[in-house]
């Protein structure tokens, strides 16, 4: 018999105390169009449900500036710990990179 799937889940007990709870703080939803627009009103009418399942705010905030390269460029830049989201037109993910390629927001 094979006792590995068994005790498998006994060695990775000890990991769970360096387990965080995530998130411990509000989390910021950059939306890269234009304030007052679809994606906008989308958005914010499910913000409210949706910072119910964490248990903490999630702060939207609109950067649409430069063809949404400005809201990409901020996510970009964030710290690298989940609390930065973003929301954004296909045209950022899509055309972007492929008209800007050396863009930082296309640096890996």
Do not use: W
Not at 33 to 51: E, H, K, M, Y
């Amino acid at each position: 018999m094979n006792s590995l799937p068994g005790g498998a889940p006994l060695g990775l007990a000890p990991f769970a105390v360096f387990a965080d709870t995530y998130p411990k703080r509000p989390i910021s939803l950059i939306i890269g169009t234009p304030p007052c627009g679809s994606v906008d009103f989308g958005v914010r009418v499910l913000t409210r449900p949706l910072s119910e399942i964490p248990g903490v705010p999630i702060i939207v905030e609109n950067k649409s500036v430069a063809t949404v390269v400005i809201g990409s460029e901020c996510v970009v830049r964030a710290p690298p710990d989940g609390y930065t989201l973003v929301v954004n037109a296909p045209s950022a993910v899509l055309i972007g990179p492929q008209i800007m390629p050396t863009h930082s927001f296309n640096s890996p």
